[in-house]
């Protein structure tokens, strides 16, 4: 009888001479691709022009029905030496919505500023000084030469790289730890990366449309899928690559008319009377801003807040302040899931959703809410519609299909969610969307009592005299 190592030794012959061909075959092809990208290697400092579309949210569309693309114009300025870097990203969200906002990191200070001061006005807001390396390394996988640096740095290929070959497509699997597993595939005549599969973070990048662009050699479309999605996540077009010598000085500070004030740390709620059975809650940084209103025994509570979490701090703020009355009514503005996901804690306290009919629908089908939906009470509101001292207006706008704010005639106040967004300074935005036009227009035309108008994102106290200067502001 043969033994046991007689049996299975021409098996384990070939399986080691296996893994040592392809860790060979990976070795001799990672020293082919250092070859290649030879010229661009020692580049330190880059500017790259680059344009894109983003998948968003079904519920931050015009409908949720018909998800829409967000578009978005980025310069990123990288300087590997020094470890600077300045970013101009322009966002073109849905209805008109402009945000064109900038940040940068120098030796002291890490800023964001908002240019077209819809967000933040003239204040800048202080970032973590590790924004460099987050933001650098996220450029970096923009450009295909720069994309595939960690193979090539990789100390130890026969161990770690595994090499794989089909229809003229070499595969590298790179296992940098025991947590990390990246594919890259190249074509091989001539060599360009097709694409890299990030298993560990669940993203592929697909490079395609190979060009010069001022003397480098480049993949000009770039094709993101993030987290399973099937349809692109990003669709990317690269503009312009150019090699600096630096970072322009006047890039890597603040300009003139802004400046720098820190967030307040204090995030405690706090409740307000604005008026009469009219509070605000609120804390330090104005950043959420929510209405309650008491009618005898009754609370209706106005502004959803983003998350579950946020919504149960205040209804027991809520409580505290009305121990005795219960809250039997949540009034819903439009259905974008920064406005309806934290709608359960109300629900499971027994109130009933105040929307529209569209927003009610929408709610319904809004995937997070399978599980709950079945105890969800509604109750229609309609354009004009009254209600004890609130006064409903639903408008259909470039924002999304159906959008509705409450007016208290005799309190001359309005609460509204994106209609109209103003910084806490009052900055006139330079640019802004053509729904906030029509809303002002709107409550003009009506002739609205209006001494206050509470927005849920930032400024609760938006005046008459802000929002008639906000309508001379360019329109998009």
């Not at 021409?10 to 001799?28: G, H, K, S």
């Not at 662009?213 to 690559?241: C, Q, W």
């Not at 819903?332 to 309806?340: G, L, N």
Request: aromatic share 14%.
């Amino acid at each position: 009888m043969k033994s046991y190592l007689t049996i299975f030794a021409p098996a384990l012959l070939i399986f080691n001479f296996t893994q040592v061909a392809y860790a060979n075959n990976a070795t001799e092809f990672v020293k082919e691709l250092k070859q290649h990208y030879q010229s661009t290697r020692s580049i330190r400092a880059f500017s790259l022009t680059h344009s894109y579309l983003g998948q968003s949210n079904p519920y931050q569309s015009w409908d949720f029905n018909v998800p829409t693309r967000y578009k978005a114009f980025k310069v990123t300025d990288i300087d590997m030496t020094n470890e600077h870097y300045y970013q101009n990203v322009v966002h073109h969200y849905t209805g008109g919505l402009y945000f064109d906002e900038v940040h940068f990191q120098n030796d002291r200070h890490s800023l964001r500023y908002e240019r077209n001061g819809i967000s933040l006005g003239k204040r800048a807001a202080p970032q973590n000084m590790k924004s460099y390396e987050r933001y650098k390394n996220l450029t970096l996988m923009n450009i295909d030469f720069f994309a595939v640096n960690p193979l090539l740095e990789e100390q130890n290929v026969a161990q770690n790289v595994v090499y794989s070959k089909a229809n003229n497509k070499v595969t590298l699997t790179h296992h940098a730890s025991q947590k990390s597993e990246i594919e890259y595939t190249f074509s091989t005549n001539p060599i360009r990366l097709n694409s890299i599969n990030n298993k560990t973070r669940n993203r592929i990048f697909i490079y395609d449309d190979y060009k010069y662009n001022n003397g480098f050699y480049l993949a000009h479309s770039l094709i993101k899928h993030y987290n399973g999605d099937t349809l692109p996540s990003f669709i990317t077009r690269i503009e312009a690559f150019n090699t600096i010598d630096r970072i322009e000085p006047e890039k890597l500070v603040l300009p003139q008319g802004f400046y720098l004030k820190q967030s307040p740390n204090n995030r405690a709620l706090k409740v307000t009377s604005i008026a009469n059975k009219l509070y605000l809650i609120t804390d330090e940084s104005n950043h959420y801003n929510t209405l309650f209103y008491v009618n005898d025994n009754d609370i209706t509570v106005l502004g959803v807040p983003r998350n579950a979490n946020m919504a149960v701090d205040i209804i027991e703020k809520i409580k505290q302040a009305q121990p005795d009355k219960s809250i039997t009514g949540v009034y819903v503005t439009h259905p974008y899931s920064d406005h309806i996901a934290g709608l359960v804690p109300f629900v499971d306290d027994g109130a009933t959703v105040y929307a529209d009919n569209y927003t009610i629908s929408a709610i319904k089908q809004y995937v997070k809410f399978k599980n709950d939906i079945s105890r969800f009470k509604f109750s229609p509101i309609t354009h004009g519609q009254k209600m004890h001292d609130i006064q409903f207006f639903v408008l259909e706008n470039a924002r999304v299909k159906r959008q509705s704010f409450a007016y208290f005639k005799n309190a001359g106040i309005i609460f509204q969610t994106d209609f109209l967004e103003v910084a806490n300074d009052n900055t006139i935005a330079k640019l802004l969307p053509s729904y906030s036009h029509q809303f002002i227009q709107f409550v003009l035309k009506e002739k609205l009592n209006v001494k206050r108008i509470v927005g849920y994102h930032r400024n609760n106290n938006i005046t008459k005299d802000v929002m008639e200067k906000s309508l001379k502001a360019n329109t998009l």
